[in-house]
């Protein structure tokens, strides 16, 4: 939506043996996801994150995983600018 166009790819590999299990306990997968976003006629920008996880995950199960976190960053703030009027507001502007 808002004339912009994402693409995801998302990998995973199990955590044994490439992560210090002491420091991370019940560490099970370590993910990444790219993403291109391109916007309108502007070139496209590249994103990577990176991911832990104490679950056995497939790379569908992350992808669906990091968009459910944004929707719900996302609701939460269209939560807080319909009921604070946060859009609306004065008090700090960029």
């Not at 995801?8 to 490439?18: D, E, K």
């Not at 609701?75 to 008090?91: C, G, K, P, Q």
Request: hydrophobic letters at 40%.
């Amino acid at each position: 939506g808002h004339g912009r166009q994402v693409a995801q790819w998302a990998r995973v590999l199990p955590a044994a043996g490439r992560v210090d299990a002491e420091a991370w306990p019940g560490c099970q997968t370590l993910g990444v996801i790219d993403s291109l976003r391109q916007v309108g006629d502007k070139p496209g920008q590249w994103e990577r994150r990176y991911y832990i996880s104490s679950r056995k995950l497939s790379a569908e199960d992350l992808a669906q995983a990091a968009r459910a976190h944004w929707g719900i960053e996302n609701r939460l703030h269209w939560m807080l600018d319909v009921n604070f009027a946060e859009d609306a507001s004065s008090i700090c502007k960029d």
